[in-house]
Nanobody
């Protein structure tokens, strides 16, 4: 089992910045990808960004490219999401996700989620 604890959400004005953190504990060796998803009211959960823990290779949703940066600190088993130039449409609950992926396939038995942290972008 892997436990994920997010922090760093809050209220910010448009154009502002926030940094989310996700601390992982437990069977860390069972996962090789960590990422962030978000879910706005009335919408489906969507991918924001992922990072491969061994290589730092990253992937971003088109809507956040150039504004958000995902990074990791393997020594601390923590993944960060730096969010700049925030827009009202970035308002959502942000979830940390950690999983094991083999040959491009996410293994459901090694798929873990945090409890979510609210990000609200409003003036």
């Amino acid at each position: 089992q892997v436990q994920l604890v997010e922090s760093g959400g809050g209220l910010v004005q448009p154009g502002g910045s926030l940094r989310l953190s996700c601390a992982a504990s437990g069977s860390i060796s069972s996962i090789n990808v960590m990422g962030w998803y978000r879910q706005a009211p009335g919408k489906q959960r969507e991918l924001v960004a992922t990072i491969i823990t061994s290589s730092s290779s990253t992937n971003y949703a088109d809507s956040v490219k150039g504004r958000f940066t995902i990074s990791r600190d393997n020594a601390e088993n923590t993944v960060y999401l730096q969010m700049n130039s925030l827009k009202p449409e970035d308002t959502a609950v942000y979830y940390c996700n950690a999983y094991r992926r083999i040959s491009g396939i996410k293994l459901p038995q090694f798929d873990y989620w945090g409890q979510g942290t609210q990000v609200t972008v409003s003036s």
